[in-house]
């Protein structure tokens, strides 16, 4: 066991289902040793309400982990947490669930992380502005640039897909899919899908903006004077691009079987397709950064907060990527 990779999972908004889902860690084995981010006494609560049997132990990296607990690192929480009710006394709470979880990932104590949902607003009625566990990690870790990539498994394989642009207005989108952006987005994808996935060449499928990928013009020139220039550019230096291609049609069999990965020019655009096929055991990963780092692919569903009712497999499935890329570093 002391072999294994140590992935911290930081348990999220502590009102919604983050918490219950760490809990029912316990119920599946992974090739990490997991360490829950926390405050105990929620967990013991939550546990208790639910009527989980979970023995709780303190994490101690000098000591071995005992099969069939859940080791926490204990984070005191600044106000009672009930299910189903936000406090914005505990939004800074959140966040230094982050914080030690991401100084443990650049010290090595950690070699991955893995987050349960958290809720954006209530973080912002505490006073700290946030748009995201993405944007949030790549500031404190100083990184001008990262990817955000949904991935799941269907009847056909793992789907991935990536976004060029995120949680923008759709009037902003043509306007931000620049050279630079697009050419950075791709360099980060490659150089992830070999060094986090383990693939050699990857071949990445790329969609166009517009229907129809413009249709020669006719619907938008955004595919003639941006996308299909800067593809040809990195073509020319070794990565393996199919594309651009309409979005409607790239989602179907015959085409995903030709690449590895999508990259999507917004957000909808992409994540629609992979959510249908992969919602409750999708994952979001985020490329780019200079650690390991997973996620949940929904929210904090505060109308299922204590109800046991939440479906914990993204969560599970987050974790096991997490670990399965710790091992490849």
Same mark, same amino acid.
């Given at each position: 066991?002391?072999?294994?990779?140590?992935? &911290? @999972?930081?348990?999220?908004?502590? *009102?919604?289902?983050?918490?219950?889902?760490?809990?029912?860690?316990?119920?599946?084995?992974?090739a990490a040793?997991?360490?829950? %981010?926390?405050?105990?006494? %929620?967990?013991?609560?939550?546990?208790?309400?639910?009527?989980?049997?979970?023995?709780?132990?303190?994490?101690?990296?000098?000591? #071995?982990?005992?099969?069939?607990?859940?080791?926490?690192?204990?984070?005191?929480?600044?106000?009672? &947490?009930?299910?189903?009710?936000?406090?914005?006394?505990?939004?800074?709470?959140?966040?230094?669930?982050?914080?030690?979880?991401?100084?443990?990932?650049?010290?090595?104590?950690?070699?991955?992380?893995?987050?349960?949902?958290?809720? !954006?607003? @209530?973080?912002?009625?505490?006073?700290?502005?946030?748009?995201?566990?993405?944007? =949030?990690?790549?500031?404190?870790?100083?990184?001008?640039?990262? @990817?955000?990539?949904?991935?799941?498994?269907?009847?056909?394989?793992?789907?991935?897909? *990536?976004?060029?642009?995120?949680?923008? #207005?759709?009037?902003?989108?043509?306007?931000? +899919?620049? #050279?630079?952006?697009?050419?950075? $987005?791709?360099?980060?994808?490659?150089?992830?899908? !070999?060094? !986090?996935?383990? +693939?050699?060449?990857?071949?990445?499928?790329?969609?166009?903006?517009?229907?129809?990928?413009?249709?020669?013009? =006719?619907?938008?020139?955004?595919? +003639?004077?941006?996308?299909? #220039?800067?593809?040809? $550019?990195?073509?020319?230096?070794?990565?393996?691009?199919?594309?651009?291609?309409?979005?409607?049609?790239?989602?179907?069999?015959?085409?995903?079987?030709?690449?590895?990965?999508?990259?999507?020019?917004?957000?909808?655009q992409g994540?629609?397709?992979?959510?249908?096929?992969?919602?409750?055991?999708?994952?979001? @990963?985020?490329?780019? %950064?200079?650690? +390991?780092?997973?996620?949940?692919?929904?929210?904090?569903?505060?109308?299922?907060?204590?109800?046991?009712?939440?479906?914990?497999?993204?969560?599970?499935?987050?974790v096991a990527?997490?670990?399965?890329?710790?091992?490849?570093?």
């Amino acid at each position: 066991m002391s072999s294994l990779p140590v992935v &911290a @999972v930081t348990s999220g908004e502590p *009102a919604g289902i983050g918490p219950e889902l760490c809990l029912r860690l316990v119920e599946c084995t992974h090739a990490a040793r997991l360490v829950v %981010l926390a405050d105990r006494g %929620l967990l013991s609560d939550r546990a208790a309400a639910l009527g989980l049997t979970v023995r709780l132990r303190d994490y101690d990296p000098a000591l #071995p982990p005992v099969p069939g607990s859940l080791e926490v690192l204990h984070q005191p929480l600044l106000s009672p &947490a009930l299910p189903g009710h936000l406090d914005a006394a505990n939004g800074p709470y959140v966040l230094a669930l982050l914080d030690r979880a991401l100084a443990g990932c650049v010290s090595g104590e950690f070699a991955a992380m893995a987050t349960a949902p958290v809720h !954006k607003g @209530v973080i912002n009625d505490a006073g700290i502005p946030f748009t995201g566990h993405t944007e =949030y990690l790549a500031q404190k870790t100083d990184t001008p640039l990262v @990817v955000m990539m949904l991935a799941g498994e269907t009847e056909r394989g793992p789907l991935r897909v *990536a976004l060029v642009t995120t949680h923008l #207005p759709l009037r902003a989108v043509p306007d931000a +899919i620049t #050279p630079g952006l697009l050419t950075r $987005t791709i360099e980060i994808l490659n150089a992830d899908l !070999k060094s !986090k996935y383990g +693939i050699d060449d990857p071949v990445i499928l790329v969609t166009g903006l517009n229907p129809h990928a413009g249709e020669g013009g =006719y619907l938008g020139r955004e595919e +003639i004077d941006v996308i299909t #220039p800067t593809l040809e $550019t990195l073509r020319n230096t070794g990565v393996k691009l199919v594309g651009p291609l309409p979005a409607d049609t790239l989602f179907t069999p015959p085409v995903l079987s030709r690449g590895d990965a999508v990259l999507a020019m917004f957000h909808d655009q992409g994540l629609a397709a992979l959510k249908y096929a992969t919602f409750g055991h999708g994952i979001n @990963v985020t490329l780019g %950064l200079p650690i +390991i780092r997973t996620s949940v692919d929904h929210g904090t569903a505060l109308e299922l907060a204590g109800t046991g009712r939440a479906d914990p497999g993204s969560l599970f499935e987050a974790v096991a990527e997490a670990a399965r890329m710790a091992a490849r570093r």
